[in-house]
């Protein structure tokens, strides 16, 4: 499929071992909240606004395979633990 014109989508599902993200390219549905960040456009449904509220996602060096990977830091995640020096809250407000 052509990702041409699409958007980023975030999504998270609750699991009992905690959040799992998601993240892909989708077209905009009535029921989503449309964003920007840094010039970057992104949708997310609006049911999980709440889930999602504050959360930073980065590119960086992580323990994988090819060595880089997004990360995601969410303080609305149960097990959510602020990198340190992280400019991103403790919890979301």
Known sequence: PDAQGM???FAVDQTDE?????????????SDIH?????IEYVVAYS????????????DEIDTESGYGFIFMNPNDPNYEPPEGS????KAK
């Open 35 to 39: 964003l920007e960040s840094n010039g």
């Open 7 to 9: 958007l980023i989508r």
């Open 48 to 59: 999980q606004k709440e889930l999602l509220e504050g959360m930073v996602v980065d590119f």
């Open 18 to 30: 905690g959040y799992q993200y998601l993240m892909g390219f989708d077209e905009r549905s009535d």
């Open 87 to 90: 400019a991103v809250p403790d």
